[in-house]
């Protein structure tokens, strides 16, 4: 596809379960990028993957969320025991390999934890 | 460390008037500045980025945008509003690769 996808693009869950969030950036970004938006607020950065280098990890809010990339391809995002403030628009994005590449986003997956 | 700093919350504009959405920014480093647009049910799409060059920037469908260091501003403009501009924005910083966004600004552009 000419975008970057997400799936699913809507996920209902019980608190306590475990969710998988997968994003399939656009063939040929070597950076991708998970951020979380809460209802209203502005996005939150979770986690960047650069090529083969160590993940930065530093937005990642508990050790309940973690997440995988293999090469320069598809990436999921995982969350254990969910909780309710949980809930959220997960967004993916891409870019190149310079920090001030211009990011494309996904179009978000929206998890609700009841 | 970085931060974006949204002034307004929510700005109502008429059709055909002039729009200013105001953004002021922290950074220890030369930063990369982005403004971002997000329509209802949509996705992000970038509207323009500072990246060291001319400070005055122009982006897509009429939005520009002024990089001021000394004010530490990166304001967004557009001279004349159109109702398809109603929409969320993000003022956006960076400097180490991640993005760190405002909390947003609502625009409504009434008729």
């Known amino acids: 596809g000419a975008g970057v996808s997400q799936s699913p693009s809507n996920k209902v869950t019980e608190k306590g379960k475990d969710v998988e969030l997968r994003c399939d950036p656009i063939s040929g970004h070597t950076a991708l990028y998970w951020y979380r938006q809460r209802l209203g607020q502005g996005l939150e950065f979770l986690i960047y993957f650069q090529g083969n280098s160590a993940p930065d990890k530093s937005g990642l809010p508990s050790d309940r969320f973690s997440a995988e990339r293999t090469g320069e391809s598809v990436s999921t995002l995982t969350i254990q025991r969910t909780q309710q403030e949980d809930s959220a628009v997960y967004l993916c994005?891409?870019?190149?390999?310079?920090?001030?590449?211009?990011?494309?986003f996904g179009p978000g997956t929206r998890l609700t934890v009841l | 460390a970085q931060s974006v700093t949204q002034l307004d919350s929510h700005v109502s504009v008429s059709e055909g008037t002039p729009v200013l959405l105001r953004c002021n920014y922290s950074s220890s480093y030369s930063p990369s500045l982005f403004w971002y647009v997000q329509h209802p049910n949509k996705g992000l799409q970038l509207l323009l980025k500072?990246?060291?060059?001319?400070?005055l920037v122009k982006g897509i469908n009429g939005f520009e945008a002024e990089f001021k260091k000394s004010e530490t501003s990166f304001h967004l403009t557009k001279p004349s509003a159109h109702m398809s501009d109603a929409a969320e924005y993000f003022c956006v910083v960076s400097n180490t690769g991640k993005l760190i966004f405002g909390q947003g600004t609502t625009l409504q552009v009434k008729p």
């Open positions: 994005a891409g870019g190149g390999f310079r920090w001030a590449d211009t990011q494309y």
């Open positions: 500072y990246t060291s060059a001319a400070t």
